[in-house]
């Protein structure tokens, strides 16, 4: 098992709708997680982090985690074509060791 | 200007060459990583550096070596590149606060043909 999973896709949603990413973890004493956005070619950039159970909501993107489901997930409202990318979940362990270990990336495809 | 850079941007070698990629930092981050990317397979940590005397292996240093000349420098040398080594490299910052939160910057990237 992958220490973080998730689905590849693509992910296709039709603009303004609601697109849904996920991630599981397996380490149950990870700390932060977060979710980057890569476009084609470019390198990851921050969108969200959490490290509480429940919800984070900036602007259009929400994210959600649940520790005891191992789960954390990333909703895109109003998605807009601009959105198109490959998403990737990050979660950092215990300890103040600094290092990420990211999923694969779910890409996702928005279209007009 | 950019704050984490990285040359050259784009290399292709020949099998057995060796070859190195810089990564320099105007953060001032103490934390510097090395990651490769292929595709379908996310981010790969190959080496990690806390410091100028403190350097870790990732979960795919083998193949690889590198060097911390300074906190704002990080290298990475293929000793004798080979065609698997084909990927997009990344190098990224953070700063050492404690605590959860620990957002990684990332360089440009360095696009790597081995033939």
């Known amino acids: 098992q992958k220490e973080v999973e998730q689905n590849s896709g693509p992910l296709s949603v039709p603009e303004g709708a609601i697109a849904s990413l996920n991630c599981t973890y397996s380490?149950?004493?990870?700390?932060?997680f977060f979710w980057y956005r890569q476009y084609s070619g470019k390198s990851p950039e921050l969108i969200m982090f959490?490290?509480?159970?429940g919800d984070k909501e900036d602007g259009r993107f929400t994210a959600q985690l649940n520790k005891a489901s191992q789960y954390v997930s990333l909703l895109i409202r109003d998605s807009q074509p601009s959105d198109s990318a490959t998403y990737l979940c990050?979660?950092?362990?215990?300890?103040?060791?600094?290092?990420?270990?990211f999923g694969q990336g779910t890409t996702l495809q928005v279209k007009p | 200007d950019a704050d984490v850079t990285q040359t050259p941007r784009n290399r292709i070698t020949k099998t057995g060459k060796r070859i190195m990629l810089e990564c320099s930092q105007t953060?001032?981050?103490?934390?510097m990583y090395w990651y490769r990317q292929d595709p379908g397979l996310g981010l790969q940590l190959i080496y990690y550096?806390?410091?100028?005397?403190?350097?870790n292996k990732g979960e795919i240093s083998d193949g690889y070596s590198v060097s911390r000349q300074a906190q704002a420098k990080f290298s990475l040398s293929l000793e004798s590149a080979i065609p698997n080594q084909t990927a997009l490299y990344f190098c990224?910052?953070?700063?050492?606060?404690?605590?959860?939160?620990?957002?990684?910057?990332f360089g440009p990237g360095t696009r790597l043909t081995v033939l």
């Open positions: 990224a910052t953070s700063d050492q606060s404690g605590g959860s939160y620990n957002e990684q910057f």
């Open positions: 380490d149950r004493g990870s700390q932060s």
């Open positions: 959490i490290y509480s159970n």
């Open positions: 990050a979660v950092k362990g215990v300890g103040n060791t600094g290092k990420l270990i």
């Open positions: 953060k001032g981050h103490d934390r």
């Open positions: 550096s806390f410091d100028v005397k403190d350097i």
